[in-house]
């Protein structure tokens, strides 16, 4: 089975910045749209930004210009920087990933979506 693996959350103060990380465990060999969701206690889960497998990226009107969203597709890793981080960033941030093929025993395999555990950012001022 191929699960998300995210890294790079952590506490911070308000103004600075962390670089999330999120790749595949297994043989995976194509993935394509890949994102990046939050979900603050008490509310729900967010849309942060996404990037096609071509490097287009589509993000919440409220993180452009603050948050940068990049693909590393040999690599099949998807990052997501994020400046000048404010208090209202705390959340769990989640990976998603959108039409996974891997290989497994020598056969292939597709999987619509999947989502990681998820990596906790504070933001504290």
């Known amino acids: 089975q191929v699960q998300l693996v995210e890294s790079g959350g952590g506490s911070v103060q308000a103004g600075g910045s962390l670089r999330l990380s999120c790749a595949p465990s297994g043989s995976v060999f194509s993935i394509g749209t890949m994102g990046w969701y939050r979900q603050a206690p008490g509310k729900q889960r967010e849309l942060v930004a996404t990037?096609?497998?071509?490097?287009?990226?589509n993000y919440a009107d409220s993180l452009k210009g603050r948050f940068t969203i990049s693909r590393d597709n040999a690599k099949n890793t998807v990052y997501l920087q994020m400046n000048s981080l404010k208090p209202e960033d705390t959340a769990k941030y989640y990976c998603?990933?959108?039409?996974?093929?891997?290989?497994?025993?020598?056969?292939?395999?597709?999987?619509?979506?999947?989502w990681g555990q998820g990596t906790l950012v504070t933001v504290f001022s």
């Open positions: 990037i096609t497998s071509g490097s287009d990226g």
């Open positions: 998603n990933a959108n039409d996974i093929y891997y290989k497994s025993s020598g056969l292939t395999y597709r999987t619509v979506e999947l």
